[in-house]
């Protein structure tokens, strides 16, 4: 058998090369202005299309059909999209408006936990590319789950209301969308499955239709991310792009609310021999910071110091914290890595209790690092940034473990 001899093989054919031709353009992308022309932030712009090349046919086709809903893994240690937060676990599952859905699972220990229903995608300027979007509907904050003495739950989505563990649905509702932010590195991630209430068949193999239109979402996927960023938080994120190394307010949206937190963002250029301090009062609630590459693509926080938590943060005698953030480490307990980049972003999030601090920065030269801090600022000697890096390691893969 040979091509031309299926009835659907050139509508097959027809339409893979139209996704290759559009991931062939989104990889143009990687040598937008805003990327630097070094080895390593070029490199990096491809390895956020590739990674997220690796889930296009996850989200466009695999998990699509929501009468087989599956709960997918959004952002993880090797895949980073739409700004992440090193210290969330991302995860979404496509759902209708007419289906009912069970989730069933273990609520973990991850200080901030939150399940949102999702609407329709909004239309016209300022829409980020899918999934994104979408408009949130109704949600449950970890604190509001009912759960067993075990920590199990069961959570019903549509139908009709099911006591406490329920989100309603619209007719135009999408999917599902879980947020778990952690503090300490022993904190548990809820482990949860879902699943649709009356499923009574197999699910059906692709057919060349859905096979076209999954190629069809891939494509816009793929060129979507890499247009739109970072140009879309620059535009209508609130991140100054004119006035680096330094964040605006932390601002909080009608649909931030339903997201439940607070959030800001900082562009940041440093020359090969400066630094970067960010200093703020240490405050209540579970505060986040996040280092992230020019595709608003979180930094390796798997081995790296490029997100610090409460928890994880050295707090000085006056009661603020103070961050650097360098190219070297400078011993200072409170390092943020630029893993070698010229420039990137850094975002905050605040949640849960208290109010969003004032964040002011300041560029000072590496050397003068020492003049420029508190004498018993907290400092950490090669075995213990060892340590760091350890415990690091093993928080966060344990968070994404199976």
Request: aromatic share 12%.
């Amino acid at each position: 058998m040979a091509f031309g001899d299926g009835s659907d093989d050139a509508a097959l054919r027809a339409a893979w090369i139209e996704f290759c031709d559009r991931l062939k353009a989104a990889g143009e992308r990687v040598f937008k202005d805003h990327n630097p022309a070094s080895g390593l932030q070029r490199a990096d712009g491809f390895r956020f299309l590739s990674q997220n090349l690796g889930q296009a046919f996850d989200l466009g086709l695999e998990t699509k059909d929501t009468r087989y809903p599956a709960i997918h893994a959004f952002c993880t240690p090797t895949r980073k999209l739409g700004g992440d937060c090193a210290d969330f676990v991302y995860q979404q599952a496509w759902i209708d408006g007419e289906s009912t859905y069970r989730i069933v699972g273990e609520r973990g220990t991850a200080r901030f936990l939150n399940i949102t229903v999702q609407g329709p995608r909004s239309s016209g300027p300022g829409v980020l590319h899918e999934p994104f979007g979408d408009v949130p509907e109704a949600n449950l904050f970890g604190h509001e789950l009912t759960t067993a003495d075990d920590g199990s739950f069961e959570l019903w989505i549509g139908g009709p209301q099911r006591g406490p563990n329920w989100l309603p649905t619209t007719a135009g509702s999408r999917k599902v969308f879980i947020r778990q932010g952690f503090d300490s590195w022993d904190e548990r991630p809820a482990r949860m499955r879902i699943e649709r209430v009356g499923m009574d068949v197999p699910k059906p193999p692709p057919t060349p239709a859905s096979m076209i239109n999954a190629m069809d979402w891939a494509g816009e996927f793929v060129t979507g991310l890499m247009n739109d960023w970072p140009e879309f938080p620059f535009r209508y994120g609130g991140v100054d792009e004119d006035h680096p190394n330094r964040f605006p307010p932390p601002a909080e949206t009608a649909s931030d609310a339903k997201r439940g937190r607070a959030a800001t963002n900082m562009h940041w250029m440093l020359a090969a021999d400066e630094a970067l301090i960010i200093e703020f009062d240490m405050h209540d609630g579970l505060w986040m910071f996040t280092n992230m590459g020019v595709f608003f693509n979180s930094m390796d926080y798997l081995y790296r110091p490029v997100s610090y938590t409460p928890s994880r943060t050295a707090v000085d005698s006056d009661g603020k914290v103070r961050f650097v953030l360098a190219h070297d480490d400078p011993g200072i307990h409170n390092w943020i890595d630029t893993q070698g980049f010229e420039r990137g972003n850094v975002t905050y999030r605040h949640m849960l209790a208290g109010e969003p601090a004032e964040l002011r920065t300041r560029v000072v030269n590496h050397g003068q690092l020492a003049d420029a801090l508190p004498p018993d600022t907290a400092t950490v000697s090669s075995a213990e940034r060892v340590a760091q890096m350890w415990a690091r390691f093993n928080g966060i893969r344990a968070r994404y473990a199976e």
